[in-house]
């Protein structure tokens, strides 16, 4: 019995709070956008979802460790693995789709990594894993199929990975208003860091690793947060601030009469 | 080099720089497609009748018989072989590559505009 566990688990929580709640403050927020973006919207919905499910169980098992309940442990990470492998299937769809603007071709492309996801969890139930592994800090699982690792890496990391980056580099290049860049490029950052730290939260074998990885996701999730809903003070600071105005009504010419004033002018 | 010229193309491109304010050159859907039909051309000569295919929908009786001459012949972009006939010299070819990148920025604009758009 360690406080190290209990330090996880909280962690996990945090995590899992902090992404229902986005996940809900996104979904809520459905009416302010057009209908164009409402498919975007509800793949972060989703994706959000995902992460929060993905960490529910895992708070479970962190406790579970800590009591020093295996069965509960090994029970929570397989039912963990389930909304984790589909973590990468609205995070394509929301990627291509903001790019291209095709429902039809995001929603195939999706489909192949819903392929992925599910083979991934056929290997990863039917090889099993090895363990709990129960150290101070966490409790790690083995998985036991090179198979599924291969899957894991190629099918759901790299590639949405390197979709992520590809749409940041887009971002970078073109030129467009500040507030517009931090809008867009935050949410990408933030989703990125998310994504890759669970992939190494899943597969590290070392126990600070996992722990790191996992204060990283949450990291994410607080970035996510800041990306939509950015507070006064890291608006002023960025340049980014909305400057309130009033819309002047008449509607009379300026008359450059201080020419005379400043003849240098 | 021979290239199709799409009209509503220019003429979406010409409203959007017009809508930034730039109501002259590549806001302007005459001086746009004049320079387009002369860039096709390039080395050959350019019946007068050939920009009038493409121009009469937007253009009054005259006047674009008064922008070759007061515009791209005064500035040097064409130069007039014979009657109705007009050939583009390498200072028009220039302007042509300008009204090229103008439709490339124009397009890239759109392009980040939909994906801003589609945004959450």
Known sequence: MNAGLLVNATICFAITISSFAFAWVLARSEEEHSNKSKPALWSLVILWSLVGLTYLPTTIRMVAAYMGKPTLDLMMYNLAAIPFSFVAVPLVFFILYVIVGSKKISAYVSMLFVLFGASYLTFLFTKGVIGPYVTSYSSLFTINSDIAINIYLMGLFVIPTAMILGFLLLIFLQRMPKHLRYRTALPLVAISFVFDFMLTDMITMVDVMQLVARIFVLIGTVQAFLAYFPPMTLQEKLGIKKYQYELYEEDEEDIDEDREEYPDV | ?120
């Open chain 2, 1 to 120: 080099m021979s290239e199709d010229i799409d009209v509503e193309l220019e003429k979406e491109v010409a409203e959007f720089y017009q809508s930034l304010g730039i109501h002259q050159g590549p806001g302007d859907i005459q001086y746009r497609l004049i320079l387009r039909v002369l860039g096709k051309n390039e080395g050959k000569i350019t019946e007068f009748s050939e920009i009038r295919k493409y121009t009469d929908q937007f253009a009054d009786k005259g006047s674009i018989g008064s922008k070759m001459k007061t515009v791209f012949q005064l500035e040097g972009l064409v130069e007039k072989v014979k009657r109705g006939g007009y050939i583009i010299t390498d200072k028009g070819i220039t302007a042509s590559n300008f009204l090229k990148d103008s439709t490339t920025f124009y397009k890239k604009n759109k392009r980040m505009d939909e994906i801003i758009e589609r945004m959450p």
